[in-house]
């Protein structure tokens, strides 16, 4: 198991977690944090995992890449603990439901590197830690997927960071065409937006999102309310759009569809 892992401290990258089939809990961390010249960990879907296991990995000195997806059991308490990795720049919390506004404001301000932040389905993140992320000026990858409680006015807030370049709304039902039209004023090198089963996202969002040159990817899979007109918007418009998800959009016909096939890039 873990133990057997401590005498490799040469080891740059460890993944263990459900999807290895390897779950760990606080005593696997502490063997963890022997390794220190670890640069990536993934201990994904490792319930037992407690605050006071993070604390112990986040001495890891080199720590760049932490995924902790799934580990239910940890709170904002492990985001003060990680505000000392400062040498984090990519960090995991998806389905940590107990990670709140507070914690990302700590975050917010101590990693210095931060790119990639990935919060999806935290359901306790409000627009009070999006607007906190808007300050993260290294921030490049942000999913607040399923962060059901954030609106317009979180997203406003975080279109002044104008250097975002992947950006997942999914799930957030609260946003409508003004917060798309936000983000598109203020991230204009926005290359992946997902809106997916936004249901107040309608062409409007479309029409803005056409603007964005640089765009490669579009999920606007199960919103309801997109129809051809916002289709031949952005097929118009994107002609590096190489990824377009349309699935479940009951106002799109044959038309639309039709349309797509004109995208130079499209990968089929």
């Known amino acids: 198991g873990v133990k057997a892992l401590r005498s490799l401290n040469s080891l740059r990258s460890v993944h263990l977690g459900h999807s290895y089939g390897v779950k760990i ?3 696997g961390a502490y063997m963890l944090a022997q390794l220190s010249s670890l640069i990536s ?4 879907g490792s319930e037992m995992v407690t605050d006071r296991g993070v604390q112990i990995l986040a001495r890891l000195p080199t720590l760049r890449m932490l995924d902790l997806s799934r580990c239910t059991h940890i709170s904002s308490i492990s985001l003060v603990a990680l505000a000392a990795t400062v040498a984090l ?16 404001q700590v975050i917010a301000a101590a990693l210095p590197e931060l790119h990639t932040l990935i919060l999806a389905h935290c359901l ?5 830690g999006v607007e906190a992320l808007a300050r993260v000026s290294t921030l490049r990858v942000l999913s607040i997927r399923g962060c059901s409680c954030v609106t317009d006015e979180g997203l406003k807030a975080l279109s002044e960071h104008h250097l975002i370049c992947t950006l997942n709304l999914g799930f957030c039902y609260l946003v409508t065409d003004q917060g798309v039209k936000f983000i598109v004023k203020g991230l204009p090198g926005l290359m992946d937006l997902s809106v997916h089963a936004c249901n107040m996202v309608t062409d409007g969002s479309l029409m803005a999102v056409a603007e964005l ?18 289709i031949k918007a952005v097929v118009g418009c994107l002609p590096l759009l190489h990824t377009l998800h349309l699935k479940d959009c009951p106002k799109l016909t044959d038309s ?3 349309a797509v096939t004109c995208l130079p890039n499209l990968k089929f």
């Not at 306790?124 to 009070?128: G, L, W």
């Open 41 to 44: 960990l993934s201990i994904c």
């Open 213 to 230: 040159s640089a765009m490669r990817s579009l999920d606007i899979s199960s919103c309801t309310q997109v129809s051809d007109k916002g």
């Open 256 to 258: 639309g569809v039709q």
């Open 25 to 27: 809990m606080d005593d």
């Open 124 to 128: 306790a993140i409000s627009n009070v």
């Open 89 to 104: 720049t990519t960090l995991d919390l998806s389905f940590c439901s107990n990670i709140t506004d507070a914690g990302v």
